[in-house]
């Protein structure tokens, strides 16, 4: 038996990176080729692991060199294939992991910089007993790093309060497929020189550029909480009760599940039932301040529909409620490989889109439904499609959520999953323009070409 030639690429990026950090070995390759609900599966040239801005400036340009693809990866917890390698083995996943730098907070600007490789939850540990904290929080936070929860726009369970990540990030440092360097790490709140880089960057799937640090908007930590989960008969009850809610400034978490999701979490977890009796729908809230929002939870709730309620004030007690929310994700992928559609619908339309799913999907799938309420984010997310119906029953859900005026993805982002329906949420116009933008600033498609855009010949 011959031994194959040695890659010259993995050569010349161990000399940047290091033997160690250069993966060619399917074994070690494999926790970056796979995601972790199991659908998005490729195979990689080689996995590249390196340890600063500078290191990844050149690993880009010998990629580039080499006329390989970059899919730069954080901690590989996305669900739309957007940081997985393509089937073809042509593929480099530039894993951002090693870039875990925490810089110093600054607590007159409220700020603080870090490395794109920090996981979410490392960075909450890091500001929390210093008195703040990071407005986005998500259930997968023990491995999401910043750098990715930026590029893909990540949701998560406060956007009621701080809005998506994008609008917690003040400044980014970014690699470009020519290896230029965008430093917006100063952050300023006042800088009106033209177009928005940070923005621009956050949510644009690493096709644009390799985020490599950020600079972080820090909120004061609220040590008041008091989380409430409510028993409904209905979607229309769960609004009724959201409409309640909205008008406090403590609102930081508006969640809804279904009996059916419920039933899956308790199988999967062992955990025990939430109250005596089965329910049709559930609401999470979470109300956070100065003072204890308990009793302005209790008067906005007075007269609204619950049929029984639980309520928490100790950060144990919240986290055994959020936990019937929390773990819908593990409970559905302990019970196959689901295919996951993330969407908005308009709020008024939340009951009927779900309500109408049995008959769109017309047998072809179970259906699990939890999600964001006060943005109108379902997941959808559907178990035992068999794969010929796949593209069918995509194509059905996202054509009804398009008809209303939603959106095909609300925080997961487009990555390679929903590419190719991209034209149901954004026009012919505004794809071109960011075809325009990808051509500019990536005219050899280095970066991330398999997620995003349309295939060519595609809307
Ligand atoms: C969630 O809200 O739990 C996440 O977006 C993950 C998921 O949709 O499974
Ligand atoms: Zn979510």
Redesign the pocket.
């Known amino acids: 038996m011959t031994t194959p030639d040695p890659d010259p690429l993995a050569q010349q990026l161990a000399e940047v990176v290091g033997d160690a950090h250069v993966l060619v070995d399917p074994g070690l390759r494999a926790g970056y080729e796979t995601d972790f609900t199991g659908r998005w599966a490729g195979r990689a040239r080689l996995v590249v692991r390196p340890g600063g801005t500078g290191e990844v400036v050149e690993v880009v340009r010998r990629c580039a060199a080499a006329g390989a693809a970059v899919v730069p990866q954080g901690g590989n917890t996305g669900?739309v294939g957007g940081s997985v390698p393509g089937p073809d083995g042509t593929d480099v996943v530039l894993s951002l992991r090693r870039l875990d730098t925490i810089g110093p907070l600054d607590p007159r600007a409220r700020q603080i910089t870090v490395g794109a490789g920090v996981p979410l939850a490392a960075l909450q540990r890091h500001v929390r007993p210093q008195g703040w904290d990071f407005g986005v929080d998500?259930?997968?936070r023990d491995s999401a790093t910043i750098g990715g929860m930026i590029a893909t726009n990540a949701?998560?369970?406060r956007v009621v309060r701080y809005g998506t990540t994008r609008a917690n990030v003040a400044g980014l440092e970014a690699v470009l497929a020519d290896g230029g360097v965008v430093d917006r790490l100063a952050g300023l709140p006042k800088d009106n020189t033209g177009y928005d880089l940070t923005h621009l960057l956050a949510g644009s799937e690493g096709t644009l550029a390799v985020l490599t640090r950020a600079r972080l908007r820090l909120v004061p930590l609220l040590p008041e909480r008091v989380t409430a989960l409510l028993a409904l008969d209905s979607l229309d009850a769960a609004l009724c009760v959201l409409t309640a809610l909205r008008r406090l400034e403590s609102l930081e978490l508006a969640e809804f599940f279904t009996a059916d999701g419920l039933g899956l979490v308790l199988q999967h977890t062992g955990l025990p039932a939430p109250f005596r009796g089965a329910h049709p729908v559930y609401l999470l809230a979470e109300c956070a301040g100065r003072r204890d929002p308990g009793e302005e939870l209790a008067a906005a709730l007075e007269d609204a529909p619950v049929r029984e309620a639980a309520v928490a004030l100790h950060a144990s007690d919240r986290g055994r409620l959020a936990a019937y929310?929390?773990r819908?994700?593990e409970a559905?992928n302990a019970a196959g490989v689901p295919l996951?559609l993330?969407v908005t619908v308009p709020l008024d339309d939340l009951p009927g889109f779900v309500g109408g799913l049995p008959a769109l999907l017309d047998g072809r799938a179970r259906a699990y439904v939890?999600?964001?309420l006060a943005e109108g984010n379902v997941?959808v997310?559907l178990l035992d499609v068999a794969p010929e119906d796949e593209e069918a029953v995509t194509e059905a859900v996202l054509r009804r959520v398009a008809a209303a005026g939603g959106s095909i993805s609300a925080?997961?982002g487009v990555g390679r999953a929903k590419a190719r329906y991209l034209h149901l949420s954004r026009s012919a116009a505004e794809i071109r323009l960011m075809r325009s933008v990808k051509a500019a600033v990536d005219p050899g498609h280095v970066l991330n070409p398999r997620a995003l855009l349309p295939p060519p010949g595609g809307a």
């Open positions: 669900l998500l259930a997968a949701g998560g369970e929310r929390e819908h994700t559905v996951k993330d939890f999600g964001h997941h997310n925080e997961h």
